[in-house]
């Protein structure tokens, strides 16, 4: 407990100096701005479930990279008690505890950091580890975290729920104007580069339309050739990826900096020619690594690198 | 006459690794082809030993155990099992197969490991099937046969082996008195018609007298008479080593053992 | 004749895993296009190796345990090559080796424990100990992969269980050599252990009895088993049903003698998993389906016709 008071009073402190900030004006509703709105608040989550709380969510322990980067963009940062091993971004969130992993949450972990909102990205496990959450008294929030369109919904659901609503309206604006953008569901005019994301060698595994690396793609001029797989990732046959013959092959860039790929040498993989003629794209993991509130940023980068191999 | 001398055990003695006491001590007994050798004795009197130390699988603590004239333990294991033939007490069989190719098994120790089986052997197949009475049951499935009908397949299988001597290892442990009669008269049959050996180990103490020319009893690993069973099968000699009361009587020529009736302390 | 039909399964998976495949390949163009000379061809002729090997081996460790259910990934196998190949990504090894021989490795470490406690106390590869010990040897191994899994930085390490779940995509000409220089010889060892295999069927001391150098046969077939087992877990992970059903399937065709089953076995299991492989690539393009699901699908009803076939005579 007395670990924890350094924090409380840090958290109190940082609260303080946003509600200043906060009353100095932001675009949006000037009303809602002056503080975290008090009163009791609720959403409807992405797995339908209706969360209500007596007042905006002051300990929030979040189980997922990109609602951890989403809070602390709307402001809500000082609200954040816990987070997993892999929520990095933005640097100011290593100073919040871990809770574990992510990928089976520790109930125990979460529920001793007290929080009164544990925010969890939509899978069949965390769907049960909500279950679970509620009947120990502690509301969860089911959020979906694959595409584009999922963060911006996440945005004014977390807004709301932590009482900045108004930023959460603007993220979610920005993310829309975003997806607005000139290119929808790509055609594939001449001329446009054509890539894949393979996130795994063996077996290989692809990004399908499902995911907002899909989006982005498109947006930055790109042709994802694995846009028929509905879902967000998949597996696929070497040879279906050397017959779609991408351009240039993107690869997710992982905390550890590597050359190239590991499968670069494997005598299979010559059959692909982007491999063969080393067409790869590095993307940094901070900022593709999932779907964050950055995405115009991360449409530009990409816009660039592509007209590189163009 | 002097047949061939083919198991010999002197004054042997064997302890079990791990063991406290000796399995058998001092025990010698000799079979030469045409011989009908039963071993009786209470349970843990060492039967089972005394044939594991025959085929070599137990080397003798003092004494020698020797197989035509050389040490058991020496021989190469499918050399020896063209000599000997056992019938074990117990058997797994885990997969469904045919007697033939049940019977085919006892072929073993005549094959090469690459060769295939060659006319000769389905010959000694037909043969060992014929001698034990099991022709009729050739393409019957192993696991629909009768107790005495898989006894007598397995006794088919150790003759395929075409051994010089049978050691059967209670061949007749759960059969009926109908098949134990028809086993012991088939090895009867054998070692009279054709010229081999019998070892036969049993509880049966009666069966064992009427059939066998020799009887070797043994008492907690040691020998307590060897011979004639007229001569080993004394009132008193079976009441000592049984530790229960018992007449002898004499059938046909033999003596037969009726336990009598001693009422609980 | 049965042997003639399995032969012409086998040439007739081969010919449908070089003419089938998500990706459009005219049979005009067959023998020019890169897919097919350097993706199918040698993605078709190493299943078949893995899977004949594996169908040996399940025959031989089936016989050697005296257990119908026995498989090639009883003895731990799989767990040490599971940790092989996450100890590398761990450790970012690198060379597009690395992985199948840090499982092949970690194969090898867990057969040498297993082997050994089976030695324990003189109880000379009993196999209930050899069960038992494989399990225990997995489960430890499989344990400590998940903990480096958990405390790992690398994300995409989570990935390395996909490898584990088995597949063939790593097939090249290259791992094809290798794994027929290596494969032949625990294969001979095993085949010529047919016959003794057929004796210790009775149980071992009949098999003594009958001539059969049990110790050593023992020994002998647990680790030529092994081996074709480890080889195979480093070059296409963990491919189950095959090792313990196609032996089987032969065994109610070609009985019980080893010198026929083994042999069947291999074709069978050979020629089931190219044709799985094939489905895996087929059914449901561009995605590829996990072949060891395919091979329990295409099996099981298969293993029921002929369970009725078999118990209606």
């Known amino acids: 407990m007395r670990r924890s008071a350094p924090r409380t009073y840090l958290a109190a402190r940082l609260l303080v100096s946003l509600v200043l900030l906060g009353a100095c004006g932001r675009t949006g509703d000037r009303r809602a701005a002056a503080s975290p709105a008090s009163g009791a608040v609720t ?227 010559q059959v692909v020619r982007a491999v063969r003629q080393r067409r790869f794209v590095h993307l940094p993991a901070d900022l593709f690594g999932r779907p964050s509130p950055r995405a115009a940023e991360a449409v530009a980068e990409l816009r660039r690198r592509l007209e590189a191999w163009q | 006459m002097d047949r061939d001398l083919i198991l010999a055990l002197r004054d042997v003695s064997a302890r079990y690794p791990g063991a406290a006491r000796d399995a058998l001590t001092g025990v010698s007994l000799d079979v030469r082809a045409g011989d ?83 006319a000769e052997d389905h010959v000694a197949v037909a043969r060992a099937l014929e001698r034990s009475d099991a022709t009729a049951l050739a393409d019957r499935w192993i696991w629909t046969l009768s107790g005495g009908e898989y006894q007598r397949v397995r006794l088919a299988r150790a003759l395929a082996q075409e051994p010089r001597v049978l050691v059967l290892d209670e061949p007749t442990a759960s059969l009926d008195l109908r098949h134990e009669m028809e086993l ?77 009736r001693k009422p609980l302390p | 004749m049965r042997w003639l039909a399995l032969a012409g399964l086998s040439l007739v998976a081969l010919a449908l895993a070089v003419v089938l495949g998500p990706a459009h390949v005219a049979l005009a163009d067959l023998g020019r296009s890169p897919i097919v000379r350097e993706l199918r061809i040698p993605r078709a002729l190493l299943g078949f190796v893995v899977g004949g090997s594996l169908a040996v081996s399940g025959a031989s460790l089936q016989a050697l345990m005296r257990n119908p259910l026995a498989d090639p990934f009883l003895l731990g196998l799989s767990g040490g090559a599971g940790l092989g190949a996450v100890a590398a990504l761990a450790l970012h090894l690198g060379g ?139 070059v296409s992970g963990v491919i189950g049903f095959v090792g313990l059903m196609v032996p089987h399937l032969c065994r109610g065709v070609w009985g019980q003698r080893h010198r026929a089953l083994l042999p069947a076995s291999f074709l069978g299991g050979g020629a089931l998993l190219v044709l799985a492989d094939t489905a895996a690539r087929v059914a449901v393009a561009p995605r590829e389906l996990p072949v060891g699901i395919v091979t329990a699908l295409i099996g099981v009803p298969l293993f029921a016709l002929l369970l009725r076939r078999w118990t209606a005579t």
Not at chain 3, 108 to 126: K, N, P, Q, S, T
Not at chain 3, 205 to 213: M, Q, V
């Open chain 1, 43 to 269: 959403v409807t989550d992405d797995a339908g479930h209706s969360v209500t709380l007596p007042a905006p969510a002051r300990r929030v322990v979040s189980v997922a990279p990109s609602s951890t980067e989403l809070l602390f963009a709307l402001g809500a940062g000082a609200q954040v008690v816990g987070r997993t091993t892999w929520c990095k971004y933005p640097p100011a969130a290593l100073a919040v505890p871990v809770v574990g992993d992510g990928l089976n949450p520790s109930l125990e972990a979460v529920a001793a950091r007290r929080p009164d909102l544990v925010v969890l990205y939509r899978s069949p496990l965390n769907e049960t580890a909500a279950a679970q959450l509620a009947r120990i008294g502690i509301p969860a929030l089911v959020v979906k975290q694959d595409r584009l369109e999922d963060l911006a919904r996440a945005a004014r659901l977390l807004g709301v729920i932590t009482g900045h609503p108004s930023a959460g309206d603007t993220i979610a604006a920005a993310i829309d104007a975003v997806l607005q953008g000139p290119l929808h569901p790509p055609s594939s005019p001449p001329g446009r580069v054509r890539l894949a994301f393979v996130v795994w060698d063996n077996p290989p595994m692809v990004i399908g339309a499902g995911s907002y690396l899909d989006q982005i793609a498109g947006l930055a001029g790109g042709v994802n050739v694995f846009h028929d797989i509905g879902s967000a990732s998949a597996t696929v046959s070497l040879e279906t990826v050397a017959a779609r013959d991408p351009d240039v092959i993107a690869v997710l860039d992982d905390s550890t900096p590597v050359g190239e790929p590991a499968y670069t040498a494997r005598p299979e993989w």
């Open chain 2, 36 to 118: 009908f050798l039963a071993v009786l004795g209470p349970n843990g009197s060492g039967k089972t030993t005394l044939v594991r130390m025959t085929l070599g699988l137990l080397v003798p603590a003092t004494g020698t155990a020797e197989v035509l004239g050389r040490p058991a333990a020496a021989w190469p294991r499918r050399d020896l099992a063209r000599v000997v033939g056992v019938v074990s007490q117990r058997e797994e069989n885990l997969f469904p197969q045919r007697v033939r190719e049940s019977v085919l098994l006892g072929r073993y120790p005549h094959l090469s490991t690459w060769g295939g089986e060659r």
């Open chain 2, 184 to 260: 012991f008269e088939l090895v009867r049959d054998l070692v009279d018609a054709h010229g081999l050996a019998a070892v036969v180990v049993t509880h049966h103490v009666n069966l064992a007298a009427r059939f066998a020319d020799r009887v070797l009893l043994l008492d907690d690993g040691r020998p307590a008479a060897s011979g004639p069973p007229s001569d080993v099968l004394t009132r008193a000699t079976v009441e000592r080593v049984f530790a229960w009361p018992v007449a002898i009587e004499p059938f046909d020529g033999r003596p037969q053992m009726i336990p009598l």
């Open chain 3, 96 to 234: 597009p080796w690395a992985v199948p021989l840090a499982a092949f490795i970690g194969a090898l470490v867990a057969l040498a424990l297993v082997f050994r406690l089976g030695l324990i106390g003189g109880a000379e590869l009993d196999p209930r100990v050899l069960l038992l010990g494989g399990v225990a040897v997995g489960a430890f191994a499989g344990a400590v992969m998940t903990a480096i899994i958990s405390v790992s930085e690398a994300a995409q390490l989570r990935n390395a269980f996909l490898w584990l779940w088995g597949g063939l995509s790593g097939a090249s000409w290259d791992t094809l050599l290798v794994l027929c220089l290596y494969v032949p010889v625990p294969l001979l060892v095993l085949l010529a252990s047919a016959r003794p295999l057929d004796v210790l069927a009775l149980g071992e001391e009949p098999a003594r009895y009958l001539g059969a150098d049990v110790t050593a046969l023992k020994r002998r077939v647990y680790l030529a088993a092994s081996l074709l087992t480890a080889a195979a877990v480093a």
